[in-house]
């Protein structure tokens, strides 16, 4: 479908902290990229939210553009001091490359894992940082060559007041980033905000040969050298969690533009707010601190393991802009309303070419917003009880979100044919009730709870007498 054809794409820009409408570089070629995990331990709920936002908007944007003609780039951070800990700690008495290789082989793939059962698509590239060393020290040489960097105590530094601009995206100037506030101050700088593009690396920390001495790169010039080689030096739209606009994205912004001498990096910066959980920060101090395999494989919250499309709609029921408190609420409302919408689409017609329903992209096209879709997503819902029609459109829409069809959401620990047999019951219940035959319907409500199952009668929009029902924990 090319755009223009029904929806215009609008998105809010912290770059100019408007909402524009999206206009690519070239609608052949629209590029996003994210910034990824750095793979020294599992990924927490923080990371899914960047993870299921992101791939709504590729989503979002295939359909709108064509699946060929969308390159999403999504980078894992594989060289970290942070990995070096982790791998001394765990790994005591292993040569450190292998034990580093060890912590990076296994935390990224269970990202991956965790990612596919958040319904998440495979990102076009996922580059490592450590297999693109030669594309940052050429950035970095250039860099240096424009007087943009500079050499000091066995380390490559970028000069923060060689770019005019520098702070822009934050909207920080040079003299608020007071000495000593989030930034190191040593002699060697010139400026207490330059920060470092390369720094040497002893007999006991990886590193590589370069013209400034055996090292390893600085966190940001990462993202700068792998944007480029994949999506190009300046690209469509640039995206990661809030707690990235300072000092990564900014820094970011910094190298790539002072390296290539361009008026900008991404024409479109997005991120997804703060999270937090049952109204704290998530802390391993505090106990709370949750990571995406704890909900998927163990029963940490709430005594149970959670399916992964209850988390993606949990994290999608809040505008990705706004922050989010998670809690054990979110996630049985989200599980609800999966499941309501699922039953309704049980009789869709199964790989039929169909689009997903027109208001919904409407919804997404304005700035993702995911509530008002899913307002749509409601209506359609009640709809398909009755038409062919609006459940063929119901099913190809949950697909298009990421949420499967292929088996039937269902309360932890109930089957598909014990979830048809109740359905069977609550309808025989209902028809009972309609024909005010209220022996039948004691009955068959009292054998449903010795089930654990739960009714809960309510009148829809129309008036008309319904019943939900849920697994008693």
């Not at 009789?347 to 409407?362: F, H, N, S």
Request: glycine residues 6%; aromatic residues 8%; charged residues 25%.
């Amino acid at each position: 479908m090319a755009l223009g054809d029904t929806q215009t794409l609008r998105l809010y820009n912290t770059l100019t902290r408007t909402k524009e409408v999206f206009a690519p570089i070239d609608p052949n070629n629209v590029r996003m990229y994210v910034c990824g995990p750095t793979v020294y331990d599992y990924a927490h709920i923080g990371n899914a939210r960047p993870v299921i936002v992101f791939d709504l908007l590729f989503r979002l944007l295939r359909h709108l553009y064509g699946e060929s003609h969308v390159t999403y780039a999504r980078n894992v951070t594989d060289v970290d001091d942070k990995i070096n800990a982790r791998a001394v700690r765990d790994f005591p008495g292993l040569e450190l490359n292998e034990a580093i290789r060890r912590v990076t082989e296994t935390t990224a793939n269970q990202y991956q894992k965790d990612t596919r059962a958040l319904g998440a698509l495979e990102p076009t590239h996922q580059p490592r940082a450590t297999d693109n060393i030669p594309q940052m020290q050429s950035l970095i040489t250039s860099l240096i060559g424009s007087q943009h960097a500079y050499e000091a105590a066995g380390e490559v530094l970028f000069a923060v007041d060689s770019m005019p601009d520098y702070g822009k995206l934050s909207g920080r100037n040079l003299e608020d980033n007071v000495a000593g506030a989030r930034i190191a101050v040593e002699a060697h700088k010139r400026n207490p905000a330059d920060f470092v593009l390369w720094k040497q690396s002893n007999e006991a920390e990886p590193g590589w040969p370069s013209p400034w001495g055996r090292g390893r790169p600085g966190w940001h010039i990462e993202c700068s050298a792998m944007s480029e080689r994949y999506l190009g030096q300046v690209f469509d739209i640039h995206a990661g969690g809030l707690d990235l606009i300072f000092p990564h994205h900014e820094n970011e912004i910094a190298q790539s533009r002072c390296a290539h001498g361009t008026h900008t990096m991404a024409n479109y910066w997005l991120h997804n707010g703060f999270l937090q959980v049952e109204g704290q920060k998530m802390s391993k101090s505090l106990g709370n601190f949750i990571t995406i395999h704890d909900l998927l494989e163990t029963e940490k919250f709430g005594g149970r393991k959670w399916p992964g499309e209850v988390l993606r709609l949990a994290m999608l029921m809040t505008h990705y802009r706004e922050p989010i408190d998670f809690s054990l609420k979110r996630l049985e409302e989200a599980e609800t309303k999966l499941r309501d919408w699922q039953r309704a689409a049980a009789d869709a017609t199964r790989g039929a070419l169909i689009p997903p329903a027109e208001p919904v992209l409407e919804a997404l096209s304005d700035d993702v917003n995911f509530h008002r879709a899913s307002v749509a997503i409601d209506a359609l819902a009640k709809e398909a009880r009755t038409e062919q029609v609006a459940a063929d459109t119901l099913g190809a829409t949950l697909e298009f979100l990421g949420f499967g069809l292929d088996t039937l959401l269902q309360p932890a620990g109930l089957s598909a044919d014990a979830s048809v047999d109740i359905e069977e019951a609550v309808n025989r219940r209902l028809a009972a009730l309609n024909t005010r035959d209220f022996a039948t319907a004691d009955a068959i409500r009292t054998e449903l709870l010795t089930q654990g199952v739960q009714l809960m009668d309510y009148k829809d929009e129309d008036g008309q007498r319904a019943t939900k029902w849920e697994m008693k924990r």
